[in-house]
């Protein structure tokens, strides 16, 4: 079993729809919780950071983490075709520098 | 400000020649990260520098792959020997050294023919 899993999708969606991305996780010692966003052929771009549980909103964009279950979940209210991209889970044990364990990442389409 | 920039954007090479991928990365972030993304998969950790030394090696897949940096700025990741598994997208972070929030650069997309 991974350390984290992702559903790769890919995932197609009308616009203006909500999209709910999700991971699970099996290392419990993981308290960081990442979602990158990566356009075809460019480098993956921050777009939420979290620490333990709880939901955090930034504009359209929720992340949610639920420890108990190692379950994390994004939230994209009013889709936007500008938002179809691949979209990957990273989280890491400690908040210093160290390496991030990411899923596979979800592909998602946004349909105008 | 300036991203992080790698070089060059794409490479192929003919298997058993060695190739050098460069990452320069944001300025004052004196943690780098070397990351393979191979197709279908996620990104994997190959190597971490804090400053000049790397504390973490543990995801370099075997002993042709190695990495140095100079001067706690530019890094080089070295594949020698290439293999056509190797083809991959070669992406490289920074981050601040008490932070985890990692910024990429565009990535080298490196093909083995």
């Known amino acids: 079993q991974k350390e984290v899993e992702q559903d790769p999708g890919p995932l197609s969606v009308p616009e203006g729809a909500i999209v709910s991305l999700n991971c699970t996780y099996s290392n419990s010692a993981f308290q960081y919780f990442m979602w990158y966003r990566q356009y075809s052929r460019k480098g993956p771009e921050l777009l939420m950071y979290t620490y333990s549980s709880g939901n955090k909103e930034d504009g359209r964009f929720t992340a949610q983490v639920d420890k108990s279950s190692k379950y994390i979940s994004l939230f994209i209210r009013d889709s936007q075709p500008s938002d179809s991209a691949t979209y990957l889970c990273a989280m890491s044990a400690r908040g210093g520098s160290e390496k991030l364990v990411f899923g596979k990442g979800t592909k998602l389409t946004v349909n105008p | 400000g300036a991203g992080v920039s790698q070089s060059p954007s794409n490479k192929v090479t003919e298997k058993g020649k060695d190739v050098e991928l460069r990452c320069d990365p944001i300025s004052g972030h004196t943690a780098l990260y070397w990351y393979r993304q191979s197709l279908g998969q996620g990104l994997e950790f190959l190597i971490y520098?804090?400053?000049?030394?790397?504390?973490?090696k543990s995801g370099l897949p075997s002993d042709r792959f190695s990495a140095e940096r100079t001067g706690g700025s530019v890094s080089t990741l070295t594949i020698q020997r290439t293999q056509q598994e190797d083809s991959a997208v070669y992406l490289c972070?920074?981050?601040?050294?008490?932070?985890?929030?990692?910024?990429f650069g565009p990535g080298t997309r490196l093909t083995v023919l």
């Open positions: 520098f804090q400053g000049n030394s790397a504390p973490d």
């Open positions: 972070a920074s981050s601040l050294p008490t932070s985890n929030e990692q910024f």
